[in-house]
């Protein structure tokens, strides 16, 4: 690859992460202080994008791949989602507030897909260049967190129109990609699109386990993404989004211990410690407070790597070696629809169920609120460690077909 065509993809990575991580973490607080929304319309929010990642596989796969260059698609849509989030920082009203930004997730889900087929059709060894050039989009959210995080942006329409900027940039800058042709033999059936095509791995009791555990781990997984900073905030720790950007370092980090942990651990320890991480985490989040006791919160944070990566990227590598060649996509697509879609969006919709329980006169007990997905993380973890198996045999074998 000519290091212009990869200083392309990695400004593409940088812009589409930047756009997403300038409010994504952070619409919480905006929605509880700036709109004064419910719990309910707090959750409603974040399940917009669990609408819109099960949209994005039938829209890339039935539309995009077969009729327009890849490029195109995202440039259109970006400058599509620019407006839509031109709009939303005009509108004053929690209520109408889901409608436009549902109608911007629609825009952006995309993007993940589309970027991957961008950057891959460029590549002649994916899985050695991809990393260098997917991380950019890690580096921008840590970067784009911490502006907002000293310019105390957090639950300003500023984050959105961060956002609006970085849309409008991306839009322009894709039609300047290397060109990325319609695929004419790409998910060519609805089937294979949602990824029933490996459904045929359920056999597998194991595998079944784990399938249900990502559905159900997604749900706690929600209430981080939803309400960590508001409940940051309210525990008196400052700088909420520079601190919570160390979530993404860790992430970093231990992506790259990976490789040594699955060598010293296997699949099943490692899915393991991320579940007990995520109790950990939600435990810290409800029992620590940024005047006494901020290195509890601390924790809650750094172990994000942990829980991220050992559970969801460990996950994926399983779901690889389990499917084989044939059916690696399919069984990828089938995780990607269940836990982005279905899990996150039943979490979301939750987490502002549960927040508006444990709200009175204004205030949120947010130690009753963590205790919530904690107790969920605890009942996952007890199926994953009575009824999985790992069968290192059995995968080596799929692996290698």
Request: proline share 3%; charged share 10%; hydrophobic share 50%.
């Amino acid at each position: 690859m000519k290091n212009s065509t990869k200083f392309q993809l990695m400004s593409m990575m940088f812009l589409m992460f930047f756009s997403w991580g300038a409010w994504y973490g952070q619409m919480s607080k905006y929605l509880l202080t700036t709109l004064h929304s419910t719990g309910d319309q707090v959750g409603m929010a974040y399940t917009t994008f669990s609408i819109a990642s099960i949209a994005a596989p039938f829209f890339v796969g039935l539309i995009a791949d077969r009729f327009f260059s890849a490029q195109k698609v995202m440039g259109v849509l970006n400058l599509l989602g620019g407006v839509i989030l031109y709009f939303l920082c005009q509108n004053t009203d929690a209520e109408n507030f889901f409608w436009y930004i549902l109608a911007y997730t629609l825009c952006f889900a995309p993007n993940l897909a589309l970027s991957s087929s961008i950057a891959m059709n460029q590549m002649q060894n994916p899985e050695k260049e991809f990393p260098s050039i997917r991380v950019t989009g890690t580096v921008a959210w840590i970067v784009v967190t911490n502006i907002i995080g000293f310019m105390a942006l957090g639950d300003q329409v500023t984050i959105f129109q961060i956002a609006m900027i970085s849309s409008f940039a991306l839009g322009i800058f894709a039609f300047f990609l290397p060109d990325t042709p319609p695929k004419a033999d790409a998910n060519s059936s609805i089937s294979q699109i949602i990824g029933l095509d490996a459904l045929q791995l359920f056999k597998d009791r194991s595998f079944l386990i784990f399938f249900i555990s990502s559905i159900l781990i997604c749900i706690p997984l929600s209430f981080y993404y939803a309400m960590a900073n508001p409940s940051l905030t309210d525990s008196h720790m400052t700088n909420v989004e520079n601190k919570m950007s160390l979530g993404q370092a860790s992430e970093v980090i231990f992506m790259l211990l990976i490789p040594i942990a699955f060598m010293k651990l296997g699949v099943k320890k490692m899915l393991i410690v991320g579940l007990i991480a995520w109790i950990v985490r939600f435990i810290c989040f409800g029992y620590g407070d940024g005047i006494s006791s901020e290195w509890i919160l601390y924790i809650g944070i750094i172990l994000h790597g942990v829980c991220y990566d050992f559970f969801f990227v460990t996950g994926q590598i399983y779901t690889d070696q389990k499917a084989g060649v044939k059916i690696k996509n399919a069984a990828q697509g089938l995780i990607t629809l269940a836990t982005y879609g279905i899990g996150m969006g039943i979490g979301s919709k939750l987490s502002g169920v549960v927040l508006d329980i444990y709200t009175s006169n204004g205030f949120h007990d947010w130690k009753s609120v963590w205790m919530v997905p904690a107790g969920i993380a605890v009942l996952v973890l007890a199926l994953f460690v009575l009824f999985f198996k790992e069968n290192k045999k059995a995968a080596f074998e799929n692996a290698s077909l």
